[in-house]
């Protein structure tokens, strides 16, 4: 059961860090698309803020289920 716990925070851990990479990728597009706008960094953000979205969903599963 412990080693089961310790690979469910793994996977949380590491489904965090996505977010995080996710969101500064976000951040960085938006400064781009703010300095000089163009539709394929446009693309990228709808993208990317969409991946954002499935990771969080993807965590609070992960964590609900972990709470089970």
Same mark, same amino acid.
């Given at each position: 059961? %412990? ?7 793994? /996977? %949380? ?5 996505? @977010?995080?990479?996710?969101? /500064?990728? @976000?951040?960085?597009? /938006? ?6 706008? #163009?539709? &394929? &960094?446009? %693309? &990228?953000?709808?993208?990317? %803020?969409?991946? =954002?979205?499935? =990771?969080?969903?993807?965590?609070? #599963?992960?964590?609900?289920?972990? #709470?089970?």
């Amino acid at each position: 059961y %412990e080693k089961q716990y310790q690979l469910q925070l793994e /996977r %949380e851990q590491q489904i965090r860090l996505m @977010i995080e990479k996710e969101q /500064r990728f @976000i951040d960085q597009l /938006r400064s781009e698309i703010a300095v000089s706008p #163009n539709d &394929k &960094k446009s %693309e &990228k953000l709808v993208k990317a %803020e969409s991946n =954002l979205q499935k =990771l969080h969903t993807i965590l609070q #599963n992960h964590v609900r289920t972990q #709470n089970e």
